[in-house]
């Protein structure tokens, strides 16, 4: 069946650093692919999306890049904010049902 | 637009009563609805998903239930909670038209004492 694999955390990083959180995933035919993020003891939020091969979503200075060929989607900003302090979530659809990855926690301290 | 409502937001409840969570959406028709649970730490598990009235699908036996008796209303229910069904519920919708792509609710909080 589908699955997805997110990167483990948590992660810490400082204010401006980099981020990349990294997710693979295993599906039959053609998924779209999805980041949610959730803010602490909210719902989940759509954060970006790319529905077919090499497209990129953006979304808040975040962007992930649907690649086929080595099947992931790995979430990136050039630069974190305390703000961007969550727990994103990876996931992928076929048909209409969502798989999610594990979730990793991203703390940013100032 | 589109809206979900959910509630109650926390809830905390003795082993063995029973359970009521209620979700309902505004501004679309005919969503498919989904009950998620996130427990602590962890990711989101998929309960129950429901594309029509009547029309329920389980993920994983346990003695949760849920009902759709509206178009745009799912209830998550239980006659007798157990300590391991504390938690943090998400309901959701979509419609196919979007790709699958989810819209949550708030979430409900149950701590089962």
């Known amino acids: 069946g589908d699955s997805v694999t997110q990167m483990e955390g948590p992660v810490t990083l400082s204010e401006e650093a980099f981020l990349t959180i990294n997710c693979t995933y295993t599906?039959?035919?053609?998924?779209?692919l999805f980041w949610y993020v959730q803010y602490p003891g909210e719902g989940l939020q759509l954060l970006l999306k790319?529905?077919?091969?090499?497209d990129k979503g953006s979304n808040k200075g975040f962007e992930a890049t649907y690649r086929k060929e080595t099947t992931s989607f790995h979430l990136e900003k050039g630069s974190v904010q305390v703000s961007d302090s969550a727990v994103y979530f990876c996931?992928?659809?076929?048909?209409?049902?969502?798989?999610f990855g594990e979730g990793t926690q991203l703390t940013v301290n100032p | 637009s589109q809206t979900i409502h959910q509630w109650p937001a926390t809830l905390v409840q003795p082993v063995g009563s029973p359970l009521s969570l209620e979700c309902t959406v505004e501004?679309?028709?005919?969503?498919?609805l989904y009950w998620y649970r996130q427990a602590a730490g962890r990711g989101l598990q998929l309960l129950f998903y429901s594309v029509g009235i009547g029309q329920i699908s389980s993920e994983v036996p346990q003695n949760l239930s849920a009902s759709r008796p509206q178009d745009r209303q799912f209830i998550l229910s239980s006659k007798k909670l157990l300590l391991s069904d504390s938690g943090f519920y998400l309901c959701a919708w979509s419609v196919l038209s979007t790709t699958g792509e989810l819209f949550f609710g708030e979430g409900s909080r149950l701590t089962v004492l």
């Open positions: 599906a039959t035919g053609y998924p779209s």
């Open positions: 996931a992928l659809t076929s048909g209409s049902r969502l798989t």
């Open positions: 790319a529905t077919k091969a090499d």
């Open positions: 501004g679309t028709s005919n969503p498919n």
